[in-house]
């Protein structure tokens, strides 16, 4: 399987996701949680032989998000989620200065992967998902009832506004946070912009010798980030 690694940046940890994808898109929730540095974040993803890793960089700590995305930028993609997208766009890739405006001269000299991803259309898919109107989403036995949480967190509601206009609107329940919702959102656009179970890619990404795992583990608009 292809392990991808999404994270969600609070201001004092970061939530993570790990989940494996199959060829066909066929997903493994294989570990998840939270830690307090990026360091943490390394040892998940080589404890679990993570190929690539994305993270959200908005906030209050995004130059902090983009120098360690920066360290580890042949693995790493930062990212961040929008409304929309111009043309409907699931996702358009940015090679982004990290640090412009950087007052240590690093500006200009530098680029990471940035993958802007339209929230709208993955967390249809994703609610799809886990209500299993769609297959292919699956966790592992005995998976704890914080990970459930905030995978059902989020919900939509219809409402009628002093116009008398109907509109779906975003909620979330209360006490409970979304973050990994956030990270599967992340690790969902990223499979299909690399090519899994994308029509027009027929085979899996191809890996780079150092991200090929060496054993195979059992598979246990306006911004919204």
Not at 51 to 79: L, M, N, P, Q
């Amino acid at each position: 399987d292809y392990r991808i690694m999404g994270a969600d940046t609070q201001t004092d940890s970061f939530w993570f996701t790990v989940r494996g994808f199959d060829q066909d898109g066929t997903s493994y929730l294989i570990d998840f949680g939270q830690v307090a540095s990026f360091a943490e974040l390394d040892i998940k993803f080589e404890d679990h032989k993570c190929h690539v890793g994305i993270i959200d960089c908005a906030g209050d700590r995004t130059a902090e998000v983009y120098d360690e995305v920066f360290k580890r930028r042949s693995r790493w993609y930062g990212s961040r989620g929008w409304k929309n997208i111009q043309g409907d766009q699931p996702y358009r890739l940015q090679m982004k200065d990290p640090f412009t405006g950087d007052t240590k001269g690093r500006g200009g000299k530098s680029k990471i992967r940035y993958l802007h991803v339209n929230k709208t259309i993955y967390e249809e898919e994703l609610a799809r998902l886990r209500s299993k109107q769609l297959s292919g989403f699956h966790t592992f036995t005995d998976t704890p009832k914080v990970y459930y949480d905030q995978l059902f967190a989020t919900y939509w509601t219809t409402e009628t506004d002093r116009s008398g206009h109907i509109k779906h609107v975003k909620k979330l329940k209360k006490s409970r946070g979304d973050h990994l919702w956030d990270c599967e959102i992340l690790s969902r656009a990223l499979s299909k912009f690399i090519g899994i179970a994308r029509i027009d890619r027929a085979h899996m990404p191809t890996l780079l010798e150092s991200q090929r795992p060496k054993t195979k583990n059992n598979k246990k608009g306006n911004s919204f980030w």
